[in-house]
């Protein structure tokens, strides 16, 4: 299902689901993706979808539309476009990506089966041995992710990483997204100038795995990963 990650500097991100046709983003309440900012217009544009995506249209708002920097009046989109809309920032993910990095991160490995193993076996008769006590499983207990703030003015303080997608940054300068997966969670850049490096190296494109302990720095500001 493809979704709008948005982003805005006094909140945590939020997810949209796209699951109609046509999806309605303004300030006003009536609105499938409701922006309740004055920088945004009432009805400020629409997503319609397209065969196997969504194209963005603006509705002739004040401020305008921008995707990946750029004005538009009209445009199909594509995983990962960043669209602004007044002092809000918005991702969007497509569908099949996000299954193809969910799918990639899971591998099944099978062994050839040889034809001695589809014989039937001729079973030895033992003697019957007493049942064995029941094993009680535990579940092993969910380990939260966090960042700890380095430097800045949020420093020492630390952050439970509880969404899908979790922002650090500024929307509109350098920020970036700590993407929760099936198997761990991965540093991904939105915008800005400056590179993300993590322990002092830029990140690849398409995002990096993050272990405990990791130091992230963007631009002035610098934390460090645990779990």
């Given at each position: 299902m493809e979704k709008l990650v948005v982003i805005t500097d006094d909140g945590p991100a939020e997810e949209f689901p796209l699951t109609e046709q046509r999806i309605s983003v303004g300030r006003d309440e009536t609105n499938a993706v409701c922006l309740g900012d004055k920088s945004v217009s009432r009805h400020h544009a629409t997503l319609q979808r397209v065969f196997?995506?969504?194209?963005?249209?603006?509705?002739?708002?004040?401020?305008?539309?921008?995707?990946?920097?750029?004005?538009?009046?009209k445009r199909f989109l594509n995983h990962g476009d960043l669209i602004e809309i007044g002092k809000y920032h918005l991702r969007y993910l497509a569908a099949e990506q996000m299954?193809?990095?969910?799918?990639?991160?899971?591998?099944?490995?099978?062994?050839?089966v040889h034809q001695s193993e589809l014989q039937p076996k001729q079973e030895k008769t033992k003697p019957a041995e007493p049942a064995a006590a029941p094993k009680v499983q535990t579940k092993p207990e969910a380990?939260?992710?966090?960042?700890?703030?380095?430097?800045?003015?949020?420093?020492?303080?630390?952050?439970?990483?509880?969404?899908?997608?979790?922002?650090?940054?500024?929307?509109?300068?350098?920020?970036?997204?700590?993407?929760?997966?099936?198997?761990?969670?991965?540093?991904?850049?939105?915008?800005?100038?400056?590179?993300?490096?993590?322990?002092?190296?830029?990140?690849?494109?398409?995002?990096?795995?993050?272990?405990?302990?990791?130091?992230?720095?963007?631009?002035?500001?610098?934390?460090?990963?645990?779990?």
């Open positions: 196997r995506g969504f194209s963005l249209q603006d509705e002739g708002s004040t401020n305008g539309t921008r995707v990946n920097g750029k004005p538009i009046t299954q193809e990095a969910n799918d990639s991160d899971q591998t099944v490995v099978l062994r050839p380990i939260e992710a966090k960042v700890r703030f380095l430097s800045g003015d949020q420093r020492g303080e630390e952050k439970v990483v509880d969404k899908a997608f979790f922002s650090v940054g500024h929307p509109g300068g350098d920020l970036v997204l700590i993407n929760k997966r099936h198997t761990g969670y991965f540093l991904l850049k939105v915008g800005g100038e400056n590179n993300p490096l993590i322990n002092g190296n830029p990140i690849k494109a398409g995002g990096v795995e993050l272990h405990s302990g990791d130091r992230i720095e963007l631009g002035e500001l610098s934390l460090e990963f645990l779990k």
